[in-house]
């Protein structure tokens, strides 16, 4: 079975610094990789997703992700956070074949400060 | 499109007590997935329907729990009787099962309290 690690739990900014939240899976196969984000209060959204082809993905509001096959991770960033980027980022995998249940990660609680 | 829809949003009942939670997914989805997120153990797929087939359900805590799709636009979520343990948020997602849009879609949630 397949198992999602991210690094942190918390993660506490300031305005305009870079982010880079950390996400490495276990799975001995082809995977599609997910990062979600959970602002206070409401249901989770999608961010970006990678399926194949480019490892570099951007995603909605200035999110990228890189999938690095070598070292099983698809680490999430962005150059210059916002007030409005605190949330709960949860990294997700499932298995490039078969039906698509996903494995979550714990989650980390970014805080930006303005 | 009105996305997953999730009802009720909020439900307070007390230990002993029947809940039935309910969602209907996105039309055209063929696979809903029920989830329990908590502080301790984050989040956890209960239970996975593909085509209202029940596929997956390791992740169904005890058999207080029960889950059924009875067709493509709704499934529910029992638990009977409910204990102060359960309370969670419980949240349903719908996918498309294609390969190029194997993406699940969250419903808003329900947060459960049991008294």
């Known amino acids: 079975a397949q198992s999602v690690s991210q690094h942190n739990h918390h993660v506490i900014l300031s305005e305009a610094a870079s982010l880079e939240l950390g996400c490495n899976y276990s799975y001995g196969g082809t995977v599609n990789l997910f990062w979600y984000v959970q602002y206070p209060g409401q249901h989770l959204q999608l961010l970006l997703k990678?399926?194949?082809?480019?490892?570099l993905v951007k995603g909605i509001k200035g999110f990228e992700a890189e999938f690095i096959k070598s070292k099983f991770s698809f680490n999430l960033r962005k150059p210059s956070v916002q007030w409005s980027d605190t949330a709960e980022y949860f990294c997700?995998?499932?298995?490039?074949?078969?039906?698509?249940?996903?494995?979550f990660g714990k989650g980390t609680m970014l805080l930006v400060s303005p | 499109d009105a996305g997953v829809i999730q009802s009720p949003r909020h439900e307070v009942t007390e230990m002993g007590q029947e809940v039935t939670l309910r969602c209907k997914p996105i039309?055209?989805?063929?696979?809903l997935f029920w989830y329990r997120q908590t502080m301790m153990r984050g989040l956890e797929l209960l239970i996975y329907?593909?085509?209202?087939?029940?596929?997956?359900d390791s992740g169904m805590p005890e058999d207080r729990f029960s889950a059924k799709m009875p067709n493509a636009s709704f499934s529910t979520l029992k638990i009977q009787p409910s204990e102060p343990r359960d309370s969670a948020v419980y949240f349903c997602?719908?996918?498309?099962?294609?390969?190029?849009?194997?993406?699940?879609?969250f419903g808003p949630g329900t947060r459960l309290t049991v008294l």
């Open positions: 039309s055209g989805h063929n696979s």
């Open positions: 329907f593909n085509n209202n087939v029940p596929i997956d």
């Open positions: 997602a719908s996918s498309a099962e294609d390969r190029e849009s194997d993406t699940q879609y």
């Open positions: 997700a995998v499932t298995p490039n074949s078969g039906y698509s249940t996903l494995t």
């Open positions: 990678y399926f194949s082809g480019d490892p």
